[in-house]
């Protein structure tokens, strides 16, 4: 027999020093006016030189832990999705699991963008239905600050860094929690959104320094309609399944990349604007972190309730898309 996953406890970390567009004014050929109008970002938090993703994740962790009232020691998979890990290796949830005094799990990491935390909510769902995990921490990171070009305006004013996560269980009550997930990827535009240096392809060198080409690349107008698509499949794929329509929803996470690219899909979906969570203007796109944090703060706000039902949908670099359909 299935047991259903649920969400038991929600956690955010984001730390550092907070960027306003009028301090982006100051470094590149941008203004407050142009950011807000085609992004709706007005802040993001970059990390100090000490503080890398397992800080963050862990924190975010330890939050998630605490609101379920389960001990980190008793955590049987840790997933980390982040694509600026600590180090190439070994893996980030690794150091997670031991900062959350963990010896009985396993851990690693996925690198699937900005889908990175529900790549990994479908993945531990998978492990708690077949019953091998009690349970799995789930966790977003980026700090996307340290893979910026802060000359390439296309790029360095829309990202952020921080950190959210969940802790999956059994269902208290085996009728709540996850009901169902979508995930799904598409190589063939994985040029829009690259950083092409520092793997088996393009090894570091001092070229590859001097060019920037450890940073973030992006067509951002092209990567945008796609955004939009892709969300779109996910979500409605899952309300197709489980016979619902916009109006049902009662929350809506969608990744935030660009409030445009929200009201683009919230519009497609027919899901009204006071069942939105929106929080992009405080902390641009966390890629991976973006959901979480969003969840965690809906959670903590007294947004999302008991028996609400909740939807997340994310798209990111591969590119991958993704949703997940929650009753709380
Ligand atoms: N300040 C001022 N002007 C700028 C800036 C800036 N920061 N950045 C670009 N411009 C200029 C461009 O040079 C261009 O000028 P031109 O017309 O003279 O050539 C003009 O603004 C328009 O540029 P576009 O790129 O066409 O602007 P657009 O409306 O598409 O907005 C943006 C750009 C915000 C990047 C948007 O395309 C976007 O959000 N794309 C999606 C990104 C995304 O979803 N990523 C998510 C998935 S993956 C992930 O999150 C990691």
Same mark, same amino acid.
């Given at each position: 027999?299935?047991?259903?996953?649920?969400?038991?406890?929600?956690?955010k970390?984001?730390?550092?020093?907070?960027?306003?567009?009028?301090?982006?004014?100051?470094?590149? #050929?941008?203004? #407050?006016?142009?950011?807000?109008?085609?992004?709706?970002?007005?802040?993001?938090?970059?990390? =100090? *030189?000490?503080?890398?993703?397992?800080?963050l994740?862990?924190?975010?962790?330890?939050?998630?832990?605490?609101?379920?009232?389960?001990?980190?020691?008793?955590? #049987?998979?840790?997933?980390?999705?982040?694509?600026?890990? =600590?180090?190439?290796?070994?893996?980030?949830?690794?150091?997670?699991?031991?900062?959350?005094?963990?010896?009985?799990g396993?851990?690693?990491?996925?690198?699937?963008?900005?889908?990175?935390f529900?790549?990994?909510?479908?993945?531990?769902?998978?492990?708690?239905?077949?019953?091998?995990c &009690?349970?799995?921490?789930?966790?977003?990171?980026?700090?996307?600050?340290?893979?910026?070009?802060?000359?390439?305006?296309?790029?360095?004013?829309?990202?952020?860094?921080g950190?959210?996560?969940?802790?999956?269980?059994?269902?208290?009550d085996?009728k !709540?929690? /996850?009901? *169902?997930?979508?995930?799904?990827?598409?190589? !063939?535009?994985?040029?829009?959104?690259?950083?092409?240096?520092?793997? %088996? &392809?393009?090894?570091?060198?001092?070229?590859?320094?001097?060019?920037?080409?450890?940073?973030?690349?992006?067509?951002?107008?092209?990567?945008?309609?796609?955004?939009? &698509?892709?969300?779109?499949?996910?979500?409605?794929?899952?309300m197709? &399944?489980?016979?619902?329509?916009?109006e049902?929803? =009662?929350?809506?996470?969608?990744?935030?990349?660009?409030?445009?690219?929200?009201? !683009?899909?919230?519009?497609?979906?027919?899901?009204?604007?006071?069942?939105?969570?929106?929080?992009?203007?405080?902390? $641009?796109?966390?890629?991976?972190? !973006?959901?979480?944090?969003?969840?965690?703060?809906?959670?903590?706000?007294? /947004? /999302?309730k008991?028996?609400?039902?909740?939807?997340?949908? %994310?798209? $990111?670099?591969?590119?991958?898309?993704?949703?997940?359909?929650?009753?709380?």
């Amino acid at each position: 027999m299935e047991n259903r996953a649920a969400i038991l406890g929600t956690g955010k970390s984001v730390q550092g020093r907070a960027i306003t567009n009028q301090d982006l004014e100051k470094m590149v #050929d941008t203004s #407050d006016e142009w950011i807000t109008a085609r992004s709706g970002i007005k802040i993001r938090y970059f990390t =100090d *030189d000490q503080t890398a993703a397992s800080d963050l994740a862990t924190e975010a962790g330890r939050q998630a832990l605490e609101m379920a009232g389960v001990d980190g020691a008793d955590v #049987d998979l840790f997933i980390v999705g982040t694509v600026t890990p =600590d180090f190439a290796y070994p893996a980030t949830a690794c150091l997670v699991q031991h900062n959350l005094g963990n010896k009985k799990g396993a851990g690693f990491d996925q690198e699937t963008g900005c889908s990175g935390f529900l790549y990994g909510l479908t993945i531990g769902e998978q492990f708690i239905k077949t019953g091998k995990c &009690r349970y799995v921490l789930a966790i977003g990171v980026e700090c996307l600050s340290k893979v910026m070009n802060m000359q390439d305006r296309g790029t360095c004013v829309l990202f952020g860094d921080g950190a959210g996560a969940a802790l999956l269980g059994p269902s208290p009550d085996g009728k !709540s929690g /996850i009901l *169902d997930t979508f995930i799904k990827s598409d190589g !063939s535009l994985g040029d829009l959104l690259k950083q092409p240096a520092g793997g %088996s &392809r393009m090894p570091a060198s001092i070229e590859t320094v001097t060019n920037n080409l450890h940073t973030i690349h992006m067509k951002g107008n092209k990567v945008f309609p796609l955004a939009v &698509r892709c969300m779109e499949e996910a979500a409605t794929t899952l309300m197709n &399944r489980l016979g619902l329509t916009g109006e049902d929803l =009662d929350v809506l996470i969608t990744h935030q990349a660009n409030l445009r690219i929200i009201q !683009s899909l919230q519009k497609r979906l027919q899901v009204p604007d006071d069942k939105v969570f929106v929080n992009i203007d405080k902390y $641009g796109n966390t890629s991976a972190a !973006s959901i979480p944090i969003a969840m965690d703060e809906a959670v903590r706000q007294g /947004i /999302i309730k008991k028996g609400n039902l909740v939807m997340l949908a %994310s798209f $990111g670099a591969g590119f991958t898309w993704a949703s997940a359909a929650i009753r709380w």
